[in-house]
T-cell receptor
Framework: AQSVTQLDSHVSVSEGTPVLLRCNYSSSYSPSLFWYVQHPNKGLQLLLKYTSAATLVKGINGFEAEFKKSETSFHLTKPSAHMSDAAEYFCVVSDLSRANNLFFGTGTRLTVIP | NAGVTQTPKFQVLKTGQSMTLQCAQDMNHNSMYWYRQDPGMGLRLIYYSASEGTTDKGEVPNGYNVSRLNKREFSLRLESAAPSQTSVYFC???????????FGPGTRLLVL
């Protein structure tokens, strides 16, 4: 079975500084990986997804993530944080052995300090 | 396109009461899903329907039942609510297993 681990439950950055949200995955074969964002009291929105094409994946709102097989990581980055980036971020893996169902990490809450 | 819609937005139940959460999608998606979200635990899959006429258990199905009423609608029923079912419930859908899942706005349920 596949799983993901989000290494930080809470990350705090100043506006205009880089964002790094860390995610490691566990997989017995090539996974599909996603990052979703959830703003307060809202549903989830897909930021980006990796499906075995390019290892550097660009998403919406200036976010990107790099799939590193040697490190089993899929960290989310953004060069410059904006106040509107404050939200909960979920790293997600799709499990081929379980009907490609999604399995979520526990989430990282991003706070952006003005 | 409304996408994925859920009703109600918020509900308070007493222990032992029953209720049905409704979900509908207008994107002609084949697969639909119910998740619950609890603090510090991410989203966990309760039940899913890979196609019209089929339903399967997810990670945490106990205490719930589902009905795939037609291609558009997928309901989640709590027959006898318990405080442990206090959570935020999300419905999602996608066209096929290779495609992106789209989520509804959620239903916040409080069981007293």
């Amino acid at each position: 079975a596949q799983s993901v681990t989000q290494l930080d439950s809470h990350v705090s950055v100043s506006e205009g500084t880089p964002v790094l949200l860390r995610c490691n995955y566990s997989s017995s074969y090539s996974p599909s990986l996603f990052w979703y964002v959830q703003h307060p009291n809202k549903g989830l929105q897909l930021l980006l997804k990796y499906t075995s094409a390019a290892t550097l994946v660009k998403g919406i709102n200036g976010f990107e993530a790099e799939f590193k097989k040697s490190e089993t990581s899929f960290h989310l980055t953004k060069p410059s944080a904006h106040m509107s980036d404050a939200a909960e971020y979920f790293c997600v893996v799709s499990d081929l052995s379980r009907a490609n169902n999604l399995f979520f990490g526990t989430g990282t809450r991003l706070t952006v300090i003005p | 396109n409304a996408g994925v819609t859920q009703t109600p937005k918020f509900q308070v139940l007493k222990t032992g009461q029953s209720m049905t959460l409704q979900c509908a999608q207008d994107m002609n998606h084949n697969s639909m899903y119910w998740y619950r979200q609890d603090p510090g635990m991410g989203l966990r899959l309760i039940y899913y329907s890979a196609s019209e006429g089929t339903t399967d258990k997810g990670e945490v199905p106990n205490g719930y039942n589902v009905s795939r009423l037609n291609k558009r609608e997928f309901s989640l029923r709590l027959e006898s609510a318990a405080p442990s079912q206090t959570s935020v419930y999300f419905c999602a859908s996608r066209y096929d297993p290779q495609e992106t899942q789209y989520f509804g706005p959620g239903t916040r349920l409080l069981v007293l």
